[in-house]
């Protein structure tokens, strides 16, 4: 009984490591060179390369979907900060046709810090007179709720939004989902950084020449 348990074991690594001496000896579907495969015959560094390249098609794709769809909203915000603290001081609301539904400056509970105006140019004096988040919180909330929404960066946009409406004590707005153009964009060009281990993002003015379009302001104008 143990010389056949010894003989079986010894039988199934020789089988082990012929196999892995065959696999070596196979070349890369995609690069030729010989050595250890995967289950589809790539090398490491192939396999690494298709992955990035199935993430971008997949993100082409997603793009393609979203240019022949017209239920989503496109959102964009200007805020007091980056922290977890930063209120909304204006928010910019588009449909997919292009038609600007919202464009308003709002008042924030606390004082506009200069770093953040240095960024938007949105001061104190600007929104003295602009209602507040409650007072605009029914119209984009009737827009946004059960509607998908895409942003620049939307993760912080969707924060600001969340945490807007906890200062103020109003329901976060029901939205469908978000979608990041700016990951989305980073996909479609296919810039990889190993440095960061995901696609270079870029700015939104970098994103519109890269499809053909001449950036001219990244602000609208709000409404008086």
């Known amino acids: 009984m143990i010389v056949r348990v010894v003989m079986k074991n010894e039988w199934s690594i020789f089988c082990l490591s012929h196999r892995w001496r065959a696999a070596c000896h196979l070349a890369c579907v995609d690069c030729g060179q010989r050595g250890r495969l995967d289950t589809n015959g790539r090398c490491p560094d192939c396999r690494h390369l298709h992955r990035i390249n199935q993430r971008s098609l997949a993100a082409r794709a997603q793009l393609n979907a979203l240019a022949l769809a017209d239920d989503w909203l496109i959102i964009d915000t200007e805020t007091t900060g980056l922290d977890k603290t930063a209120e909304i001081v ?10 600007v539904l919202v464009n308003r400056l709002i008042r924030p509970g606390l004082p506009i810090p200069a770093e953040a105006t240095a960024v938007h140019g949105i001061t104190d004096t600007a929104v003295a007179s602009a209602p507040t988040w409650p007072d605009v919180y029914p119209e984009i909330a009737g827009l946004l ?80």
């Open 90 to 99: 204006q928010v910019g609301i588009v449909d997919a046709g292009g038609r």
């Open 145 to 224: 709720n059960g509607r998908r929404l895409l942003a620049y960066n939307a993760d912080f946009d969707q924060r600001v939004f969340r945490q807007t409406c906890r200062r103020h004590g109003t329901a976060v707005p029901t939205w469908v989902g978000w979608d990041c153009v700016m990951e989305l964009t980073a996909a479609y060009i296919g810039e990889w950084s190993n440095y960061w281990g995901s696609f270079r993002w870029h700015k939104s003015g970098r994103g519109l020449q890269h499809f053909g379009f001449t950036a001219v302001s990244s602000r609208i104008a709000p409404e008086p």
